[in-house]
């Protein structure tokens, strides 16, 4: 289980550097939302070294232990607070009335962060690996219970102010953790508290990528991109920033050169698999040689160890695929007879 956690935390680490190193406003939103991406990496850290520190109680140090599983769940608390957080400055901003429920949810913060670091701690040995338990680690659950209800009631007494996309992209980051949260309460062992910041639906990937293009081409007005993504797909979850790098890709390897004169075309329509999302430029395409080093960089992305240029981006979205939606699925290109190329990105349940 190890290697999940070190998969999520480069999943998020790649999600930060994609996120820091776009243009955006310094907004309250924004720097929260900073926080918390660093937040998450930092608990994934502390998940992982617990990982391997429980499972070898007899070489281990117990004071190291504790310490370390301590800190994992402090730092969980801290997220969960972080997502409530992010929440209530969201349904701030659409709705302009002030956040009246910060006192409580601090004060909760306070109490829990105690109990963390003062409650009872012992470890559960399993045939399928062992875990801590015992009064400290109900206070997680009791975070997740506390801030998600204060989620709720910002969302219910806000709603018919709140934009319908809004409140759906809302309700369903709620019900990710929430269902994330049970699952890893009756199965302790599975070790998938970090997983849920890791989906999002399509219709709030749809946004960013659209919001990204929208600058593109305000900049470069040669630019033209079209969408192809029906409504009844809006709701499918999908492994977040896996657009951008395409997109990019698009841009500065197949529309640079023509000085971003030239059209990007953004589909999404259903399979027998799954979903299927396919971004289409007129670029210039390959260039010698270029086509089977990706295709060979694609098919044996496990096995990739240096990456340069747009390679960076490709394989991340290809293992991001590959890991949250099963090795059936993933990222593949074609040449288009008209000149260009299409990224083709199968998708199945990743939720």
């Known amino acids: 289980m190890i290697r999940m956690e070190i998969a999520l935390i480069l999943v998020l680490a790649f999600i930060a550097y994609i996120y820091f190193g776009a243009e955006r406003k310094h907004t309250l939103l924004h720097r929260t939302f ?89 470890y559960i040995q399993t045939p399928n ?81 659209m919001a990204y293009l929208e600058r593109i081409c305000y900049r470069y007005p040669k630019l033209e991109v079209t969408y192809d993504v029906g409504d009844e797909l809006l709701e499918y979850p999908v492994p977040n920033f896996i657009l951008q790098p395409i997109v990019e890709n698009s841009l500065l390897y197949g529309l640079k050169n023509r000085g971003y004169e030239g059209n990007i075309h953004i589909s999404a329509h259903r399979t027998d698999q799954g979903m299927e999302i396919c971004v289409k430029d007129n670029g210039t395409g390959f260039a010698d040689g270029k086509k089977e080093q990706m295709e060979e960089m694609l098919l044996h992305y496990d096995r990739v160890t240096k990456l340069e240029g747009n390679s960076i981006g490709v394989i991340n979205v290809q293992k991001r695929i590959k890991l949250l939606c099963g090795k059936k699925y993933g990222l593949w290109y074609t040449e288009n007879a008209e000149g260009g190329l299409t990224a083709h990105l199968l998708l199945g349940d990743c939720s």
């Open 34 to 122: 900073s926080v918390l991406l660093v937040a998450l990496i930092v608990n994934l850290i502390f998940d992982a070294a617990t990982v391997y520190t429980v499972n070898h109680l007899d070489t281990v140090p117990a004071l190291l232990n504790a310490i370390l599983h301590r800190l994992f769940i402090g730092s969980m608390v801290f997220v969960v607070y972080l997502f409530y957080q992010y929440i209530a400055i969201l349904v701030e901003e659409e709705t302009g009335k002030a956040r009246s429920l910060d006192l409580a949810a601090r004060v909760f913060l306070v109490v829990a962060e105690i109990g963390v670091f003062v409650l009872g701690i012992e």
């Open 129 to 209: 690996g062992n875990y801590s338990a015992e009064n400290y680690c109900v206070v997680s659950y009791a975070s997740v219970v506390f801030y998600l209800l204060l989620c709720a009631g910002l969302l219910l007494s806000n709603w018919k102010q709140i934009h319908p996309q809004k409140r759906f992209a809302i309700g369903i980051a709620m019900a990710i953790e929430f269902i994330v949260c049970v699952l890893q309460g009756f199965n302790p062992t599975w070790l998938i508290s970090g997983m849920g910041m890791t989906l999002m639906t399509l219709e709030e990937e749809m946004d960013m990528i």
